[in-house]
């Protein structure tokens, strides 16, 4: 093979590991969901929640999305699956977080007034 025969094939190697990889981008794109969400609080009343707020503040999604899916919807899926006891996540992520930050003298959330949390 000459050098023109192989620099070609170099090039035709790059442009089709360069089109390979979009695809691949494609899949990797996280989906954050919406900025703000209204959780159902059932008897207590719906919670407005600062979804995207908290990712900031948060970083792993897995410290809340270890117990239900990303989706809308998920809390109560994983409840009546019986996946996710009633007030788990208000008690053992929500209400754990903010009063481990307050304990810390850092900013927290509401850590007992409910009225703070369902409106
Ligand atoms: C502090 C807790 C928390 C953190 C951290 C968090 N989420 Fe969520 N996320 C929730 C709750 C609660 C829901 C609502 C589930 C439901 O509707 O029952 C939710 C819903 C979603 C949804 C569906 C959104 C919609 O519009 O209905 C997506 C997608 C999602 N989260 C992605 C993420 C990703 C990606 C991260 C990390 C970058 C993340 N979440 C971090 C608590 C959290
Ligand atoms: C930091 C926010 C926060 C505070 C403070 C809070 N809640 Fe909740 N509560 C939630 C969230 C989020 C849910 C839905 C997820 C769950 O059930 O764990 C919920 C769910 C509930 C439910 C419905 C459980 C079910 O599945 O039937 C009741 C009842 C409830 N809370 C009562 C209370 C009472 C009473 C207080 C005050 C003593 C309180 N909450 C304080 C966030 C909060
Ligand atoms: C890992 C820590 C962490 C977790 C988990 C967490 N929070 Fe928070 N939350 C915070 C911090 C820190 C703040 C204070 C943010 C600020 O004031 O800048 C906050 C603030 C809030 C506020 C007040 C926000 C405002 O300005 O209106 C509410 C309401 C709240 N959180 C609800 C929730 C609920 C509901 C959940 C569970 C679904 C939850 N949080 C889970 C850390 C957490």
């Known amino acids: 093979m000459n050098k023109k025969v192989i ?3 170099l090039a035709a190697c790059f442009i089709v590991a360069g089109l390979s990889l979009i695809p691949v981008s494609g899949i990797m ?3 954050n969901g919406r900025p ?3 959780l159902n609080g059932r008897s207590k009343g719906p919670v407005p929640f600062k979804h995207q707020l908290h990712q900031t503040i948060v970083k792993d ?9 990303k989706k809308t919807g ?3 899926e994983a409840k009546n699956a019986g996946t996710l006891k009633a007030k788990q996540v208000m008690t053992k992520t929500c209400i754990a ?5 307050k304990n810390a003298g850092e900013k927290s959330g509401p850590t007992s007034s409910c009225s703070a ?3």
């Open 74 to 76: 998920a809390l109560d």
């Open 7 to 9: 620099a070609t094939c």
């Open 61 to 69: 999604c897995a410290v809340c999305h270890k117990d239900f899916e």
């Open 97 to 101: 977080c903010h009063k481990a930050k």
């Open 36 to 38: 703000e969400l209204i």
């Open 117 to 119: 949390c369902h409106s």
């Open 29 to 31: 794109a996280q989906d």
